[in-house]
């Protein structure tokens, strides 16, 4: 058993920036990737970045460059680190863990407007 509970998540103008937090229960780091979803109203949810147990690293082409995800393994945490913000990224954020089960977060709602 596993909680996942996400954090950073608010409003900001366009260009802006934010760093959400996921904080997990446990260090499950060593077997799961960890992931960061997001669904907009209307959208499917969709992958937004992963990193795995050996700290590689994927983003969706729309956040390359602007979004980093990273880990603190002491504090059993994951980051997304959001740069250059834009009106399309209001969504709601979930943290995801990945391995011998599955866990998500309850998420986190970013909201980018003028």
């Known amino acids: 058993q596993v909680q996942l509970v996400e954090s950073g998540g608010g409003l900001v103008q366009p260009g802006g920036s934010l760093r959400l937090s996921c904080a997990a229960s446990r260090n499950i780091f060593s077997t799961y990737a960890m992931g960061w979803y997001r669904q907009a109203p209307g959208k499917q949810r969709e992958l937004v970045a992963t990193?795995?147990?050996?700290?590689?690293?994927i983003y969706v082409d729309s956040v390359k460059g602007r979004f980093t995800i990273s880990r603190d393994n002491a504090r059993n945490t994951v980051f997304l680190q959001m740069n250059s913000l834009k009106p399309e990224d209001t969504a709601v954020y979930y943290c995801?863990?990945?391995?011998?089960?599955?866990?998500w977060g309850q998420g986190t709602q970013v909201t980018v407007s003028s």
């Open positions: 990193i795995t147990s050996g700290g590689s690293t």
């Open positions: 995801k863990g990945a391995g011998p089960y599955e866990y």
